[in-house]
């Protein structure tokens, strides 16, 4: 497809048509004007059909004869200004290519260039509030599909000429835009041109989400969590770009890639900057607190009940052996069996249409949820300690895959081996985190390694008049 | 082998020094802690003089340091197969010895990964773990002390001369050995970096042991592990029994300073054989195991130990001033 345009025209239409297997949504329109055959190509569905006929066919149409084509080529493109963005193309793999994005394209009898006009007018979702990533006194915008509204979203809150914005193409058939979003005042060099190198790895036929592209920027060894994160909020990104981080946004896709990541930052919102910092450092605590309980309560309730009862003061050990009492299964069968039903409770409830959530809800939680306690198939206390420790994983949604595993392992681990397990398995988780890192940065700091400076924004949050003189970059974080 | 920060290198070796203080068989006393803390500034001293010797790269001093870290590692390994007589480890038979090769099969399997994952990860986790093990070294020491008894500081006695304290003191520190691996990936200067770690160290080992004291002083004669007893009579919460809390640390405590054994032991295998690249974590591991098992029956804070400890912090120097003597005489 890398070949340079056929000047015949009807040789080159058929040329066209031919490679693009007569697809139906290809359209044609032959016309003369200025005296030479000309036709405008273009994708059905991909283009604005007012916008081509008031700013395309209806000035075009009207040209006095020229002396050939080149000349209405030239007049067209430095004089009639059809469009803003309007590239010149050469061959036939940027002809498809500018088509298939929703351009209009212009060949013409003679010439072996085409002109192509920024027409696009496809159907796609707008701006709307972030599904995941709700907040109270932040702004309500998400990123949108398209990508060039996502990177005006961006330039909206940085007007900054700092702000770069490289565009590329990956995947051989999706032909996928991407866009390398960096502050370049700010973006340590060394990352970037790592991450560029990372991107040029790239061989996949389709970039489809933003999965396709995280396994290529983060390490290679087996990692619980994730050392890049996503973002669906155009603010965050912002905030991420003026720490030195890089943004990757993807063509189709509602979120952002963040590179580097850190664990703490998976317990920070924009919210936390619009409450008072007393408030938003008791929130980020209750949160870290929600994290832990969403991983161990379930395992040390279970390792406590079945092999430290100890640790239990008489009053609560009575009332909890009185509930496990009638129960006929083990504790740990009762704590995987419900661990079990609400994943696909959960599971059920996402894929669902929308419609039938409602339904899901009712039948799970009060038939299934009281059916099981009323029967005794389960005690209370075990049922109140998995949907909390459900619920709290809920406080920190972007760590809901690893805890979701976790939460399973401990369990296990406890079960078996008591506190003595769980330990064993912390510690092992433990070093798979810290050994968690993007490019030199560690996943873990500020923690381990520890950074002083970077605590004013994780143990606590520090008001912005101490945080303005800061001049923090995620640099000072690099090892 | 990447850089570690000062503090991550002190909360390694402070994990293995805890961990040996967690395993204190016997009886503690004012007179212990004075000849602890002699131990400590013999320590300090020769410490400093390891690091301003800086590192022999020899083959036989390598050889010696990959065969001390195996011997260390396998103390540490007899050291939890005795202490978990007096923790309950929730296994069935969990003290006969199927339950205790369960136990260190699990806890071999565990250093294995965290070898695996390099020493920057270790040393990261291991700051993680440093400060959990403080948190609850605090809570206990706050709730023995409100249970405390003054007088046990005179009650405690020891049935030790100040010589085999001293001893004593050298060979629980066993973990100093790592100083020869670690000084020279250390962030910064690993004057300071030792310095923090001793006073650290010297922080700690008095806490555990006042608290200790004041908790079991009354009790000291008939205690074989006093550190567990403390733990175990300290209430800090309104629960009927909190031993099974110490589990925790101590499990933590091993892992990690077991780990740091094998991950040293493991790089300088890898240095003089590049042949066992992949499976130097795992030959080490199981030859401390095996140097667990015989060093079982003896006394693994002894004479032997404490003289492997002091050649450990030695032989750098001892071997840079023999070639410093060749080099003047030639």
Redesign the interface.
């Known amino acids: 497809m890398n070949g340079e345009l056929i000047p015949k025209l009807k040789d080159n239409i058929s040329h066209i048509k031919q490679l693009s297997g007569n697809s139906s949504d290809l359209l044609v329109n032959e016309f003369v004007t200025g005296g030479v055959h000309c036709a405008l190509l273009c994708c059905e569905g991909m283009v604005s059909t007012s916008v081509i006929t008031e700013l395309i066919f209806e000035p075009i149409t009207a040209i006095e004869a020229k002396k050939d084509s080149k000349e209405l080529f030239h007049y067209i493109k430095e004089e009639l200004l059809l469009s803003t963005d309007r590239p010149e193309v050469n061959d036939y793999d940027t002809l498809f290519r500018l088509i298939d994005s929703g351009f209009a394209v212009l060949i013409a009898e003679g010439m072996r260039t085409a002109l192509a006009f920024g027409v696009q007018g496809y159907q796609s979702r707008g701006v709307q509030e972030p599904s995941g990533e709700g907040n109270i006194m932040g702004a309500h915008e998400g990123f949108a599909e398209t990508i060039r509204t996502s990177m005006s979203q961006i330039r909206r809150r940085l007007k900054t000429p700092e702000l770069v914005m490289e565009l590329m193409v990956k995947g051989e058939k999706s032909r996928t835009d991407i866009c390398l979003c960096y502050m370049k005042d700010r973006v340590p060099q060394e990352l970037l041109s790592r991450i560029k190198g990372s991107l040029d790895e790239i061989k996949l036929e389709s970039i489809l989400s933003t999965g396709y592209i995280r396994p290529f920027v983060e390490s290679q060894r087996f990692e619980l969590f994730s050392s890049n994160g996503t973002t669906e909020r155009p603010d965050v990104l912002c905030s991420k770009l003026i720490e030195g981080r890089v943004g990757l946004l993807v063509d189709g896709v509602p979120y952002a890639i963040v590179i580097p990541r850190l664990f703490c930052e998976s317990f920070q919102t924009l919210d936390d900057y619009a409450f008072k910092p007393y408030y938003a450092t008791f929130i980020r605590w209750i949160k870290y607190m929600a994290f832990i309980l969403s991983i161990l309560l379930p395992s040390v309730y279970t390792?406590?009940v079945?092999?430290?009862p100890?640790?239990?003061?008489?009053t609560l050990?009575m009332i909890l052996v009185e509930a496990e009492r009638k129960a006929p299964l083990s504790i740990m069968t009762e704590s995987i069996g419900v661990l079990l039903m609400y994943e696909i409770i959960r599971e059920a409830g996402v894929r669902l249409p929308k419609p039938m959530g409602g339904a899901v809800s009712i039948v799970s939680g009060l038939i299934i949820g009281d059916a099981a306690v009323q029967s005794g198939l389960i005690s209370t206390p075990l049922l109140t300690m998995t949907a909390l420790a459900v619920m709290s994983g809920l406080c920190v949604p972007e760590l809901n895959p690893p805890i979701t595993v976790l939460r399973f392992s401990f369990l296990i681990a406890g079960g078996i081996?008591?506190?003595?397990?769980?330990?064993?398995l912390?510690?092992?988780v433990?070093?798979?985190?810290?050994?968690t890192e993007d490019y030199g940065f560690?996943y873990?700091a500020p923690?381990?390694?520890?950074k002083k400076s970077g605590m004013g924004d994780t143990a606590i949050r520090s008001g912005f008049r101490k945080m303005q003189n800061r001049g923090f970059t995620v640099e000072e974080y690099h090892? | 082998m990447n850089k570690v920060t000062a503090s991550q290198f002190s909360a390694m070796l402070l994990l293995s020094d805890a961990f040996a203080l967690f395993g204190f068989t016997g009886r503690m006393s004012l007179f212990t802690v004075g000849a602890f803390s002699f131990g400590i500034i013999i320590q300090f001293v020769l410490a400093m003089l390891l690091i301003r010797c800086g590192r022999t790269e020899g083959k036989a001093v390598k050889w010696f340091y990959m065969l001390y870290f195996v011997f260390w590692g396998g103390v540490l390994f007899n050291m939890q197969w005795r202490t978990s007589e007096a923790i309950y480890i929730p296994y069935e038979s969990s003290n006969g010895i199927w339950g205790k090769l369960l136990i260190s099969g699990l806890i071999a399997l565990a250093c294995l990964y965290i070898s695996s994952e390099g020493i920057k990860a270790v040393s990261r986790a291991s700051l993680i773990a440093a400060a959990v093990g403080a948190v609850y070294l605090l809570i206990v020491a706050v709730s023995a002390a409100r249970n405390a008894d003054i007088e046990n500081l005179t009650r405690a006695e020891s049935n030790m001369s100040f010589r085999n304290e001293f001893i004593r003191s050298i060979a629980m520190s066993g973990g100093l050995g790592g100083l020869s691996v670690l000084a020279g990936i250390t962030k910064g200067s690993p004057y300071k970096a030792v310095e923090k770690y001793f006073i650290a160290k010297a922080v700690m080992t008095l806490l555990i042991m006042l608290t200790v004291i004041l908790a079991v002083g009354g009790i000291m004669k008939i205690t074989d592990f006093p550190t567990v007893t403390a733990a175990q009579v300290s209430q800090p919460f309104s629960a009927q029994r909190i031993d099974s809390l110490f589990l925790i640390v101590f499990v933590i405590c091993g892992v990690f300073s077991i780990g740091v054994q094998v991950s040293a032991s493991a790089y300088l295998l890898r240095e003089l054989y590049p042949a066992f690249k992949h499976y130097s974590s795992s030959i080490t591991l199981a030859v401390m195991l095996l140097t667990a098992f015989l060093i079982s029956k003896t006394d693994i804070y002894g004479t032997f130990t404490a003289a492997a400890v002091i050649l450990a912090l030695l032989i750098v120097p001892v071997f840079t001033a023999i070639k410093n003597r060749v080099k003047a005489g030639a």
Do not use: K
């Open positions: 390792a406590i079945m092999h430290h100890e640790l239990l003061n008489s050990l081996f008591g506190l003595f397990g769980i330990s064993l912390a510690c092992a433990l070093v798979n985190v810290c050994a560690p873990t923690v381990s390694p520890f090892e």
